[in-house]
């Protein structure tokens, strides 16, 4: 576990539904997490009250934590009788004064969390950053229905974010964090 910018703590944990190793964040004055997965090491100082989704399939340890994972109302179906959840609509301030974002295109509950306090950006599946690969990418072609279509979607959605919203920093939930320049560098992947 590592505070990668003031008051934000990340860490990855090993999703053995996928195994591969996976990112969450935890806000610590929000008392918020994201997309959370339990910590690897022993975090007393934790004092979580709210985990936040960035699509349905990021519910990972939510219930474990003690948490009632908050998912956009589109992915809701897939969580139902799993456990208490909560949910929320693109537009909506929620816990910790984080922002939803539509994005869709590659899921219809794909959404990313724009947290302005900390000039970040909070990303689902679209794009990933894996390790030995330089750089930002899309998710792979096999995991899109139709990925022509799926990355003009993508490229729509971030454009319009990158055109809203002001941020510096992405918090990947398939990657490392990209600080300080994640702003350039989601604009060159949606312009190339």
């Known amino acids: ?16 539904s ?3 190793d996976v990112s969450s964040y935890y806000l610590a004055e929000e008392r918020v997490v994201l997309d959370p997965m339990a910590p690897p ?8 009250e709210h985990a936040i989704l960035t699509c349905r399939h990021h519910s990972r340890d939510a219930w ?4 009632v994972p908050l998912v956009v109302e589109q992915g809701a179906h897939e969580l139902e ?3 208490e959840l909560g949910t929320y609509a693109w537009g909506d301030e929620l816990p910790g004064g984080c922002v939803a974002c539509e994005v869709g ?3 219809p509950d ?3 969390v724009y947290l302005p306090q900390h000039r970040a950006l909070a990303i689902g599946d679209g794009v990933v950053r894996w390790e030995g690969v330089e750089g930002l990418t899309f998710v792979p072609d096999f995991l899109m229905d139709d990925p022509e279509k799926t990355r003009a979607g993508l490229k729509a959605a971030y454009r319009r974010l990158l055109d809203e919203l002001e941020f510096e ?3 990947l939930a398939h990657g490392e964090p990209v600080l300080g320049t994640g702003r350039e560098e989601l604009a060159e992947l949606v312009e190339a």
């Open 1 to 16: 576990m590592k505070e990668v910018l003031p008051g934000i703590w990340h860490w990855t944990a090993l999703r053995d």
């Open 41 to 48: 090491e022993r975090a007393d100082w934790f004092q979580l």
């Open 169 to 171: 920093h992405l918090l």
């Open 110 to 112: 794909e959404t990313a």
């Open 81 to 83: 009788g799993r456990g």
């Open 18 to 20: 996928i195994d591969k």
């Open 105 to 107: 295109a590659l899921s």
């Open 64 to 67: 474990e934590l003690g948490l």
